[in-house]
């Protein structure tokens, strides 16, 4: 990557901005980090030339665009780097009349669509042969009934969306406890209240086993770099952020991760999130994330850096595969809420003395956040983490992170 470049990094609240920033820094960028708060911990990072407040997306997608338009216009970058669906969507959405300011880090709108809508991407799974979870999309309560009696229980009632829009703002869904259903007289009580809060959701069997993750910049459904890694804990433990995982990629893996893109045609950056199903060994395709991913500090720490590759694919058209040979096991914790939150949650279940051991555990582990060299953003994080600890006071969030009922936009830690 070219020393010098100007990049504009999005939510910097956000653990893999901070390591967007870091990586690019280093290279010699001058970086500038926005985000709908003060002391984002990218911006305190010592590789943020400046630092600016936007209005929040997840709030005011309207505001935020109008925001960034005029910032854009007033401003020369090379790259602007969204990391969240708040920001993705409403750039992917305006995407002609940004791009003539900056080369715009996210994939084709459509194809974010395809990601984001957990029922378009099962089918896209489907007809490409990569394995997924049955799963149904009732579209009447008459349906409903009718599959009662037939699902292999237990399944998840899942939103297709883990942010829907209304109007200029957002709702964030995630599945918790109550999302599952033991038997068929739960299911419609369950069912109804999924669909209270995000319309026609789905029905999924649930498959038992580790989260496994594949990662990859593609180029228009080429790869260019690929990584791995599999879960040791997440938040909330029914299913949620990884909290704590290592490096790891097999074949199989990487087969179904590229089948699956290369289907899409995919442009840019992805994540396919698989489960390994204990039944067979084999993966089971739980959802993609069309956007930087939560876990990329573990990627960049394997000395896959995928920002610095990115942005030299957008530049300078840079598409040729990069060897991507990386250590197997190397550990990376997103500490500050999340890994704490997941131990809290497990203080309240069986086997409390060995959570409480893996956490202290250190393995070897690198922070998504915490480092010696750029101390500030743990600053900035815990900064964070009271702003997000207020919002559940406020009746914003839920303490998993979802938005609560009649709580508003929020867009979390």
């Known amino acids: 990557m070219k020393a010098g470049i100007r990049a504009l990094v999005l939510d910097g609240s956000l653990n893999p901005s901070l390591a967007i920033v870091r990586s690019l820094g280093r290279a010699g960028a001058q970086v500038t980090v926005g985000d709908a708060r003060r002391l984002a911990p990218a911006g305190l990072s010592r590789y943020a030339r400046r630092s600016l407040v936007y209005p929040d997306p997840a709030r005011d997608r309207d505001r935020f665009v109008d925001f960034l338009r005029d910032h854009l216009s007033r401003n020369r970058y090379d790259v602007v780097l969204p990391a969240s669906d708040f920001t993705v969507v409403p750039v992917a959405e305006h995407r002609p009349e940004l791009e003539g300011f900056a080369r715009l880090a996210v994939s084709p709108l459509d194809q974010i669509r395809t990601a984001n809508d957990k029922w378009l991407t099962v089918e896209a799974a489907r007809r490409c042969g990569v394995p997924c979870p049955e799963t149904h999309l009732p579209r009447s309560h008459e349906e409903l009934e009718a599959l009662r009696e037939t699902l292999r229980y237990p399944v998840v009632v899942k939103p297709r969306s883990k942010v829907t ?16 259903v033991s038997s068929p007289a739960d299911l419609i009580a369950v069912y109804d209240d999924v669909h209270a809060r995000s319309p026609r959701p789905l029905i999924q069997e649930v498959v038992q086993g580790e989260g496994i993750g594949f990662f990859a910049i593609m180029a228009k459904g080429r790869s260019v770099a690929v990584f791995g890694h599999r879960r040791l804990r997440e938040y909330p433990v029914s299913g949620g952020t990884s909290t704590c995982r290592e490096s790891f990629l097999d074949n199989r893996l990487e087969f179904l991760g590229l089948r699956l893109l290369e ?97 202290l555990s250190p393995g070897g582990l690198r922070f998504d956040v915490l480092s010696l060299t750029d101390p500030a953003p743990t600053i900035g994080a815990v900064v964070r983490t009271a702003g997000y600890a207020l919002d559940v006071l406020r009746g914003r969030l839920t303490l998993s992170g979802e938005s609560a009922p009649g709580g508003g936009g929020s867009s979390g830690p």
Request: glycine share 8%; aromatic share 12%.
């Open 165 to 180: 829009w209304e109007g200029a703002a957002s709702r964030v869904h995630k599945v918790t406890a109550r999302n599952f």
């Open 263 to 359: 289907a899409l045609n995919w442009d840019g950056v992805a994540m396919v999130e698989f489960k390994r199903d204990r039944r067979d060994g084999d993966y089971r395709l739980m959802e993609i994330n069309g956007r930087w991913w939560g876990s990329l500090p573990l990627a960049v720490a394997s000395g896959v850096d995928f920002p610095r590759l990115y942005v030299d694919y957008l530049l300078d058209g840079s598409a040729e595969p990069v060897p991507t040979t990386f250590p197997m096991g190397v550990q990376c914790r997103a500490l500050i809420p999340w890994d704490l939150l997941w131990l809290g949650a497990r203080m309240t279940r069986p086997g409390r003395l060995r959570a409480i051991a893996d956490f």
